[in-house]
């Protein structure tokens, strides 16, 4: 499974942004599909997962009612809407593909190569 993300940009405090991800080779042996940033010096995070079946989400309780995940089965891409965005939300974004059967904020088998977000105050 090959991950693409594409979206990332310089932004001001308050904006919005939205990011893709496009799944290929064997996106159907994925169940889940998750959003993780690296802020600069930083560990990763997670922030958004969605299940590719029934649509499923689990969101981080620090973006809850800004950021929004959703998918499109038919394109195997995952979009990270995020709004209201914060000088702290400056990372870089990375997606992930899970095989696994449930929605989690780790465990995740597949990584893209991250977009870049930057969020100036």
């Known amino acids: 499974v090959q991950l693409v993300e594409s979206g990332g940009g310089l932004l001001q405090s308050g904006g919005s942004l939205r990011l893709s991800c496009a799944a290929s080779?064997?996106?159907?042996?994925?169940?889940?599909m998750g959003w993780f940033p690296q802020p600069p010096g930083k560990e990763r995070d997670f922030v958004a997962a969605i299940m590719w079946s029934g649509g499923r989400t689990y969101y981080a309780d620090s973006v809850k009612g800004r950021f929004t995940i959703y998918r499109d089965n038919a394109k195997s891409t995952v979009y990270l809407q995020m709004n209201s965005l914060k000088p702290e939300d400056t990372a870089i974004y990375y997606c992930a593909a899970s095989t696994k059967l449930y929605i989690s904020n780790k465990d995740y088998d597949y990584w893209g190569q991250g977009t870049q977000v930057t969020v100036s105050a």
């Open positions: 080779g064997r996106p159907s042996s994925t169940y889940a």
